[in-house]
């Protein structure tokens, strides 16, 4: 069976992409982002995972307000990046896990999830600036499953579904008949608020506990409805339910979780940034 190795997180600002393209990395603005990078870069070195599933949300690209499902999962064989409007490089297309994303996909109809399924997408920067931020040199060294989570248009699923969801996606990868190595990545938040009266938003406080909660207490965010999370997160820091549904697929790991590294830094356009590494144990 496939070995689920652990989880990845990451905030993923388009001016992130920006700043790759034109080597900013070590200005004073970018370098307290840049920093939390290397010990989790040298830690996928040792472990060299063959796939990634990553959980993001489209911002536009794929799905529009006319038709936003609330899960979609890739099923394609390779998937390709397309101008955005930030000024972002657009990246080469990366390959797919074909045979990753029906079992993927089955598992989760069957636990009652109804998802749509993709053969086609398009991905935008939530989806391919993790990929860039955590093998930064040369081709992307791992296939993709992309699983797209609405946090752009309400209703939202909730703390407590993504959870759920992250759980089956964990039981999946764990059953498939595969001698692959397995990350979840989790592409979003944490707290800010781009626009309205609310513009410009930081709950420090909130998203250290949050942070912190992943590794002690991994249900714990699962409390707060998500009208509460956007009082507490800001309108976009709802993208944090990203990370709840990368660490509910850890949570089929016999022994827990360990986190190999983490780092907290505000603001980034106007974001709380953060990344952070968790290994199953």
């Known amino acids: 069976m496939a070995q689920l190795i652990g989880g990845l997180g990451t905030s993923h600002i388009p001016a992130i992409g920006n700043a790759i393209h034109k080597g900013l990395q070590n200005e004073p603005y970018w370098k307290p982002f840049f920093d939390g990078f290397p010990p989790i870069r040298q830690w996928l070195g040792e472990k060299k995972p063959d796939v990634v599933v990553m959980f993001y949300n489209d911002h536009g690209l794929n799905f529009f307000l006319d038709k936003m499902p609330t899960f979609a999962v890739g099923a394609a064989?390779?998937?390709?990046?397309?101008?955005?409007?930030?000024?972002?490089?657009?990246?080469?297309?990366?390959?797919?896990?074909?045979?990753?994303?029906?079992?993927?996909?089955?598992?989760?109809?069957?636990?009652?999830?109804?998802?749509?399924?993709?053969?086609?997408?398009?991905?935008?920067?939530?989806?391919?600036?993790?990929?860039?931020?955590?093998?930064?040199?040369?081709?992307?060294?791992v296939t993709v499953v992309p699983v797209c989570i609405n946090t752009v248009q309400f209703p939202l699923p909730s703390a407590k579904r993504c959870y759920a969801l992250g759980k089956a996606v964990g039981q999946a990868i764990s059953s498939w008949d595969s001698d692959k190595k397995v990350a979840v990545i989790a592409s979003g938040g944490l707290s800010h608020?781009?626009?309205?009266?609310?513009?410009?938003?930081i709950n420090k406080a909130f998203d250290l506990q949050f942070i912190e909660?992943?590794?002690?207490?991994?249900?714990?965010a699962t409390q707060f409805s998500v009208h509460e999370l956007v009082e507490k997160t800001g309108t976009q820091g709802v993208e944090l339910l990203m990370w709840l549904a990368m660490r509910g697929a850890l949570a089929t790991a016999s022994a827990g979780v360990r986190r190999v590294h983490s780092n907290y830094h505000i603001p980034i356009s106007n974001t709380a940034t953060a990344v952070m590494a968790l290994e199953t144990v």
Request: contains cysteine.
């Open 77 to 141: 064989a390779q998937y390709n990046n397309a101008d955005e409007g930030w000024g972002i490089p657009t990246l080469p297309p990366f390959p797919g896990e074909v045979d990753l994303s029906w079992h993927l996909i089955n598992t989760l109809i069957e636990q009652e999830f109804d998802v749509t399924t993709c053969q086609e997408m398009l991905v935008d920067h939530a989806c391919t600036l993790p990929l860039k931020l955590f093998w930064p040199e040369g081709d992307c060294p």
């Open 213 to 220: 909660s992943l590794t002690t207490n991994p249900e714990w």
């Open 193 to 201: 608020q781009l626009d309205g009266e609310r513009a410009g938003f």
